[in-house]
């Protein structure tokens, strides 16, 4: 098990129970962002998840400069900083830019990494100043063994609370896969290892000026990522994913959750 990780009370890593980071691709709206967090932090009571809400207010990696990037960063954080004062929820956002990141730490609990962003050391040592807990999405392009590097770098910064994130891997054009083994490797760093059931699915650029995926499968995924061991699970998720404005292929129906996180459990139960 990877090194604990606490955040705002949620525990990662460890001998904790399986956690769940979930929420939109991107903030669409004030309302739209709130209904979800609300029917998250509702889910999370009656399962009793331990729950991080994702949100980003900018997406800055959108394949076409036509596609929706979000409310912005002032907007954008003032409306997690709603979703935390109203559900009580430990908030994850993406941050892009050393110049975001103070204006970030100051509502987010995890900054994370974006996976393009993750061998950027200035960025990550700004997040790492910051004392916030800083989640680094590994980098299709990377083998799981370098992100020793991208995790000593936060490290050498004083950042003490590191998670790393797997994504998938680039698999010839259009296409990622989602090798097991990586999070057996990545939990040699000694840090809380999350996987991306979403993510691992996209296919990037796969439909031209935005990308695809198979959200169908997302499911299966995250089954055998728990099953070998990970500490936690990231899973984008929409109330009408078909209408979702970024990532809409890959994410799951926050109505298919509950069941899903009960089959979840109960294989980290028994690989405990």
Same mark, same amino acid.
């Given at each position: 098990?990877?090194?604990?990780?606490?955040?705002?009370?949620?525990?990662?890593?460890?001998?904790?129970?399986?956690?769940?980071?979930?929420?939109?691709?991107?903030?669409?709206?004030?309302?739209?962002?709130?209904?979800?967090?609300?029917?998250?932090?509702?889910?999370?009571?009656?399962?009793?998840?331990?729950?991080?809400?994702?949100?980003?207010?900018?997406?800055?990696?959108?394949?076409?400069?036509?596609?929706?990037?979000?409310?912005?960063?002032?907007?954008?954080?003032?409306?997690?900083?709603?979703?935390?004062?109203?559900?009580?929820?430990?908030?994850?956002?993406?941050?892009?830019?050393?110049?975001?990141?103070?204006?970030?730490?100051?509502?987010?609990?995890?900054? /994370?990494?974006?996976?393009?962003?993750?061998?950027?050391?200035?960025?990550?040592?700004?997040?790492?100043?910051?004392?916030?807990?800083?989640?680094?999405?590994?980098? /299709?392009?990377?083998?799981?063994?370098?992100?020793?590097?991208?995790?000593?770098?936060?490290?050498?910064?004083?950042?003490?609370?590191?998670?790393?994130?797997?994504?998938?891997?680039?698999?010839?054009?259009?296409?990622?896969?989602?090798?097991?083994?990586?999070?057996?490797?990545?939990?040699?760093?000694?840090?809380?290892?999350?996987?991306?059931?979403?993510?691992?699915? /996209?296919?990037?650029?796969?439909?031209?000026?935005?990308?695809?995926?198979?959200?169908?499968?997302?499911?299966?995924?995250?089954?055998?990522?728990?099953?070998?061991?990970?500490?936690?699970?990231?899973?984008?998720?929409?109330?009408?994913?078909?209408?979702?404005?970024?990532?809409?292929?890959?994410?799951?129906?926050?109505?298919?959750?509950?069941?899903?996180?009960?089959?979840?459990?109960?294989?980290?139960?028994?690989?405990?």
């Amino acid at each position: 098990m990877g090194r604990a990780v606490d955040i705002a009370g949620v525990g990662i890593g460890g001998r904790r129970p399986l956690a769940l980071i979930a929420g939109p691709c991107v903030i669409e709206s004030r309302e739209s962002c709130l209904d979800l967090a609300r029917r998250l932090a509702g889910l999370a009571r009656r399962e009793r998840i331990p729950l991080v809400f994702k949100a980003s207010y900018d997406k800055a990696n959108r394949s076409s400069h036509r596609s929706y990037r979000g409310p912005g960063l002032e907007a954008g954080l003032a409306i997690l900083a709603e979703v935390k004062a109203l559900y009580g929820l430990p908030i994850l956002t993406d941050v892009h830019a050393v110049s975001e990141v103070a204006r970030a730490a100051a509502v987010a609990d995890v900054l /994370q990494i974006p996976a393009f962003l993750c061998r950027q050391t200035d960025l990550l040592t700004a997040a790492a100043g910051t004392a916030r807990a800083v989640n680094i999405k590994k980098g /299709q392009f990377l083998a799981p063994g370098d992100m020793v590097h991208a995790v000593a770098k936060v490290r050498a910064a004083g950042g003490r609370r590191v998670l790393v994130t797997e994504r998938g891997a680039s698999f010839g054009y259009n296409n990622l896969v989602a090798d097991m083994r990586s999070l057996l490797i990545l939990k040699k760093l000694a840090v809380p290892v999350i996987f991306d059931a979403t993510h691992s699915v /996209q296919r990037p650029g796969g439909a031209g000026e935005t990308s695809a995926g198979d959200a169908c499968w997302a499911p299966a995924l995250a089954r055998a990522a728990v099953a070998t061991g990970c500490d936690g699970v990231f899973i984008e998720t929409h109330v009408t994913p078909e209408k979702a404005l970024s990532d809409s292929a890959n994410a799951v129906a926050v109505g298919q959750l509950g069941r899903l996180w009960r089959v979840l459990r109960g294989i980290d139960e028994l690989v405990s």
